[in-house]
């Protein structure tokens, strides 16, 4: 268990799949939480209070600086500050390079790259007031190796772990630490629901028949990302940052 009574975290992405199991887990460990997604999160906000912790709800779409302006904004003066940023929302958007829809290119980078760039420049400044907080993007394994069929998702979350980085040597003067999650394949999802679609579509392999290529044998769980993602927001992690962490059941280990 980690000690983050009082804290406050902000997710995107927050209404399913990985945003939600992460709104969850740290709500179980102390914070109060804001949730940020193109939909609604009445259902995780509802859970979060059934937890005993604050939630608060807000809409927009982070591919739209106004939107997140003011989303955020939203969720800031709610929350009083922001202890905590996860950068959770993300899409997918398969095919081969020269067939793909160029909208699908631009979509990928809009929502898994522009997204971080605008909640952070959203959050960020109140961070450095305080000279404190945590920034925890969500890569993916294929932000370090890319596959074919993935040309668009891997170059956008190879992009990811790229601004971690340098984001990361930013905002170390300020005591704020920059990190990255590197999932490999976790089902439970939206994001997995509409990748299987697409890989039935392109006659891909599905999720279920990709296990044997796991060494730990099995698919991941949102949970299993969520429970690294806390260890992340909490003081066990101050030494760290700038490192984008691959949780893969051992897919892959650089």
Same mark, same amino acid.
């Given at each position: 268990?980690?000690?983050?009574?009082?804290?406050?975290?902000? =997710?995107?992405?927050?209404?399913?799949? =990985?945003?939600?199991?992460?709104?969850?887990?740290?709500?179980?460990?102390?914070?109060?939480?804001?949730?940020?997604?193109?939909?609604?999160?009445?259902?995780? /906000?509802?859970?979060?209070?059934?937890?005993?912790?604050?939630?608060? &709800? /807000?809409?927009?779409?982070?591919?739209? #600086?106004? @939107?997140?302006? !003011?989303?955020?904004?939203?969720?800031? $003066?709610?929350?009083?500050?922001?202890?905590?940023?996860?950068?959770?929302?993300? %899409?997918?958007?398969?095919?081969?390079?020269?067939?793909?829809?160029?909208?699908?290119?631009?979509?990928?980078?809009?929502?898994?790259?522009?997204? &971080?760039?605008?909640?952070?420049?959203?959050?960020?400044?109140?961070?450095?007031?305080?000279?404190?907080?945590?920034?925890?993007?969500?890569?993916?394994?294929?932000?370090? $190796? /890319?596959?074919?069929?993935? *040309?668009?998702?891997?170059? *956008?979350?190879?992009?990811?772990?790229?601004?971690?980085? +340098?984001?990361?040597?930013?905002?170390?003067?300020?005591? %704020?630490?920059?990190? !990255?999650?590197?999932?490999?394949? %976790?089902? #439970?999802? $939206?994001?997995?629901?509409? @990748?299987? /679609?697409?890989?039935?579509?392109?006659?891909?392999?599905?999720?279920?028949?990709?296990?044997?290529? =796991?060494?730990?044998?099995?698919?991941?769980?949102?949970?299993?990302?969520?429970?690294?993602?806390?260890?992340?927001? *909490?003081?066990?992690?101050?030494?760290?940052?700038?490192? +984008?962490?691959? %949780?893969?059941?051992?897919?892959?280990? @650089?």
């Amino acid at each position: 268990m980690y000690e983050l009574t009082g804290r406050k975290a902000l =997710i995107t992405g927050a209404a399913n799949g =990985i945003g939600r199991a992460t709104a969850l887990r740290l709500a179980r460990e102390g914070c109060d939480i804001g949730l940020l997604d193109r939909e609604p999160s009445e259902e995780t /906000a509802a859970a979060v209070r059934a937890l005993g912790r604050d939630a608060h &709800i /807000a809409v927009g779409d982070v591919t739209d #600086e106004a @939107s997140v302006t !003011a989303a955020a904004g939203q969720l800031v $003066k709610a929350l009083g500050h922001v202890d905590v940023l996860v950068n959770s929302a993300g %899409i997918l958007r398969l095919g081969a390079l020269t067939e793909m829809d160029p909208k699908d290119w631009r979509d990928s980078f809009a929502v898994n790259v522009d997204g &971080i760039f605008w909640t952070c420049r959203a959050v960020l400044p109140g961070m450095v007031a305080r000279k404190q907080g945590r920034v925890i993007n969500m890569a993916s394994w294929l932000g370090k $190796k /890319a596959i074919a069929n993935y *040309s668009a998702y891997c170059a *956008s979350k190879f992009a990811v772990i790229g601004v971690t980085q +340098s984001l990361a040597m930013e905002m170390a003067p300020h005591g %704020i630490t920059v990190n !990255a999650v590197c999932p490999g394949l %976790i089902v #439970e999802t $939206k994001m997995r629901d509409e @990748s299987e /679609a697409q890989h039935q579509a392109l006659g891909l392999p599905m999720a279920k028949d990709r296990v044997n290529t =796991i060494p730990m044998g099995r698919l991941g769980l949102p949970n299993d990302v969520a429970r690294l993602v806390c260890f992340l927001a *909490s003081d066990e992690s101050d030494y760290m940052t700038g490192q +984008s962490i691959n %949780i893969t059941g051992g897919l892959w280990t @650089s």
